[in-house]
T-cell receptor, first 114, second 116 residues
Framework: DAGVTQSPTHLIKTRGQQVTLRCSPK?????VSWYQQALGQGPQFIFQYYEEEERQRGNFPDRFSGHQFPNYSSELNVNALLLGDSALYLCASIQSGEIQETQYFGPGTRLLVL | AQSVAQPEDQVNVAEGNPLTVKCTYSVSGNPYLFWYVQYPNRGLQFLLK??????LVKGSYGFEAEFNKSQTSFHLKKPSALVSDSALYFCAVSPLRNTGFQKLVFGTGTRLLVSP
């Protein structure tokens, strides 16, 4: 049973560039959430995708956008990168429709903005 | 708005001793409560959760947590610590909402250091 996978594992970009991160959910899951974990902090919710639509959004600017594909995989796009965007980006998946849900996390993509 | 507090940045315990990692929460309505563990350069691993029912929840690797509604706490415990338990522990809360709309709010994390 494949867990949540993310790619790439590491990424280095410069200010102003754009980046795309990818996530494949755990088998059987249809909902994907993205979190940003800055150094020394807890993960912060960015947004959640279900049925190819953004369903919830945290307190992040419009530079952060996403997409979900028919196979439930997802992308996180960040435009006009800032130094402060350097963080570990975590993807989590969950199966909607279950009463007692658990979000399972991928290993993360570590983004460094120079 | 919901929030989680983990008052200790670090907890030190000797191997074989019991450990407690503290968590308090603030959320309107009934909460979902979670504990996750993060090892260096890894994602978050699920340990246990409280949804409803018995206040004592048992999870992976011998960990357990006690939900205390009056004190709005959800402390993580283990009777006998192992060196391999050394990691970063996160408490998280999600309000009880419609299925699939779970949004986790995390604490700042507590680093557990178990010495041999």
């Amino acid at each position: 049973d494949a867990g949540v996978t993310q790619s790439p594992t590491h990424l280095i970009k410069t200010r102003g560039q754009q980046v795309t991160l990818r996530c494949s959910p755990k088998s059987g899951h249809d909902t994907v959430s993205w979190y940003q974990q800055a150094l020394g902090q807890g993960p912060q919710f960015i947004f959640q995708y279900y049925e190819e639509e953004e369903r919830q959004r945290g307190n992040f600017p419009d530079r952060f956008s996403g997409h979900q594909f028919p196979n439930y995989s997802s992308e996180l796009n960040v435009n006009a990168l800032l130094l402060g965007d350097s963080a570990l980006y975590l993807c989590a998946s969950i199966q909607s429709g279950e009463i007692q849900e658990t979000q399972y996390f991928g290993p993360g993509t570590r983004l460094l903005v120079l | 708005a919901q929030s989680v507090a983990q008052p200790e940045d670090q907890v030190n315990v000797a191997e074989g001793n019991p450990l407690t990692v503290k968590c308090t929460y603030s959320v309107s309505g009934n909460p979902y409560l979670f504990w996750y563990v993060q090892y260096p350069n890894r994602g978050l691993q699920f340990l246990l959760k409280y949804i409803t029912g018995d206040n004592l929840v048992k999870g992976s690797y011998g960990f357990e947590a006690e939900f205390n509604k009056s004190q709005t706490s959800f402390h993580l415990k283990k009777p006998s610590a192992l060196v391999s338990d050394s990691a970063l522990y996160f408490c998280a809360v999600s309000p009880l909402r419609n299925t699939g709309f779970q949004k986790l709010v995390f604490g700042t994390g507590t680093r557990l250091l178990v010495s041999p």
